[in-house]
């Protein structure tokens, strides 16, 4: 079977091609895209600003959802509303970028109700790794008497989402942003405080004045190290990106002192079960208030090597989506 993709060799740009998907491999499921998204590593790698293809030739994109249209793993069937996020989809074998996709079954998640497949990849890696950390958060203690959510990176996809959610579930929500041109918007999401990250006046010192009941870090880097020391008795940080840098600079004073949790999100190598529970929320009680107020983008692939510079750029906000032509 032919399928319109984004196809990428080593060492080359990837390009626009027509892939031949062969026979469907045993245990996989193959399926028909109707949206896939744009996620900052699938920037990375489209752009070649970081090395995020494992195999090659490889079609990107990390996120899809569609319908199934053969199966040949038991508890996926044919006409199924699926999605799939992450798993080393996009990266260690081929992903959302194209028409149609072959996609081990073990991988392939029924779109729960009350979610359909737009929706789905407006929340996408984005909005699964924001669920993700807050669930991770909560079960480590975190409610709205703790204090105020810090959100790092608050006006790319993860922190847009995670600012309607939090804001939903009643946090209260402080948005530290690069863009203060995105004030409105993050407040319309519900953040009660936008601001840059000089307005928070941290210390240097390794324990500065306890602020903020947790902190979802989209940043990294400097930034991570300067807030770890301002967290309240018992909080905790959500570490998921390095948008601003991998390294951290810390003390153990946070951690010995105040019982602060350093907490890793890894959203690609999620345990199923735990996946599938993220997914049931994200349906549910974390459901984002205003899906459709979080900015999206609606793209179609060849439009995806432009907006990938423009993300990598800082020049776009929210989400990012792919609607392929069915
Ligand atoms: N651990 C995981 O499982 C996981 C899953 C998804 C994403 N991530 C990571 O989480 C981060 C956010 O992902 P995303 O998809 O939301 O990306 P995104 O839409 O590009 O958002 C990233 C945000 O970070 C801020 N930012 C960008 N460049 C920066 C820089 N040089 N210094 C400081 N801040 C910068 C910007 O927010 P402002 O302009 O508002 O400051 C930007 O909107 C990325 O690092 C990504 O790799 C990790």
């Known amino acids: ?121 407006i929340l ?34 993860v922190g847009a989402i995670a600012i309607n959610i939090l804001s939903k579930l009643g946090y209260e929500v402080w948005a530290v942003t690069g863009r ?14 936008v601001m840059s990250v000089n307005d928070l006046q941290l210390d240097t010192k390794p324990l500065g004045k306890a602020m903020f009941g947790a902190i979802i870090d989209n940043v990294g880097g400097e930034l991570l190290s300067q807030l770890l020391p301002h967290i309240n008795l018992w909080g905790s940080v959500a570490s998921i990106g390095l948008a601003g840098g991998h390294k951290i600079k810390t003390t153990v004073m946070p951690f010995i002192l105040r019982g602060v949790s ?4 890894s959203s690609t190598n999620c345990p199923m079960p735990l996946r599938k529970l993220i997914w049931e929320k994200l349906a549910g009680t974390y459901m984002p208030n205003n899906l459709e107020e979080i900015r999206v983008n609606k793209i179609k692939l060849e439009d995806v090597f432009e907006y990938s510079e423009k993300l990598i750029n800082r020049q776009l906000y929210g989400r990012t989506i792919i609607k392929f032509e069915r």
């Open 1 to 121: 079977m032919k399928s319109k993709a984004i196809y990428a060799e080593k060492e080359n740009k990837p390009i626009i091609k027509e892939v031949d998907l062969g026979s469907l491999k045993p245990n996989y499921v193959r399926v028909q895209s109707y949206y896939s998204s744009l996620n900052y590593k699938d920037a990375l790698g489209i752009t070649g600003k970081g090395k995020i293809f494992r195999s090659f030739p490889i079609v990107p994109g990390i996120d899809v959802s569609g319908a199934v249209i053969d199966s040949n793993f038991e508890s996926i069937k044919e006409g199924d509303k699926v999605l799939v996020t992450g798993c080393g989809l996009g990266e260690n074998f081929s992903g959302g970028y194209s028409q149609y996709v072959d996609i081990p079954g073990e991988y392939v998640i029924p779109i729960p109700k009350n979610l359909c497949r737009q929706k789905a990849m």
């Open 124 to 157: 996408g890696t984005a909005g699964f790794t924001a669920g993700l950390a807050i669930h991770r958060l909560e079960e480590n203690g975190l409610n709205i008497n703790s204090g105020p959510v810090l959100v790092t990176g608050a006006s790319g996809g």
């Open 180 to 193: 203060s041109q995105h004030e409105g918007f993050l407040k319309t999401l519900g953040a009660s405080k």
């Open 262 to 265: 350093l907490i890793g999100i």
